[in-house]
């Protein structure tokens, strides 16, 4: 059973960075599209990025030319680098396996203007 851990959140002044990881635990992660989503404050569950097991990625075009998207197979980790951060990008961010879950327990992220 695979279990995601995230980590990295934290308070930033805007125009700041933040690096956010996640790390798998268990077997057959290496196989699946990894993904970051985020949730603010009544707002819904969004995409922000996915990274497939080759690479390849994609991201929302809220945060296209700010936040990188990458992973380690053979450590089971993604990360996600956010640069030029904005206090629109506030939320609890996730990690996800595709398609079938499961959800870390998300980081929070906070940018201060």
């Known amino acids: 059973q695979v279990q995601l851990v995230e980590s990295g959140g934290g308070l930033v002044q805007a125009g700041g ?7 798998a635990s268990g077997s057959g992660l290496s196989i699946n599209v990894m ?3 985020r949730q603010a404050p009544g707002k819904v569950r969004e995409l922000v ?6 690479g390849t990625t994609n991201y929302a075009d809220a945060v296209k030319g700010r ?3 990458s992973r380690d197979n ?7 680098q956010m640069n030029s951060l904005k206090p629109e990008d ?6 996800y396996r595709h ?3 499961p959800w870390g327990q998300g980081t929070q992220v906070t940018v201060s203007s």
């Open 90 to 95: 506030t939320a609890v961010y996730y990690c």
């Open 99 to 101: 398609p079938l879950g």
């Open 17 to 23: 960075s933040l690096r956010l990881s996640c790390a």
């Open 49 to 54: 990025a996915t990274v497939t097991h080759g």
């Open 74 to 80: 053979a450590k089971n980790t993604v990360f996600l």
């Open 67 to 69: 936040f990188t998207i």
């Open 35 to 37: 993904a970051w989503y």
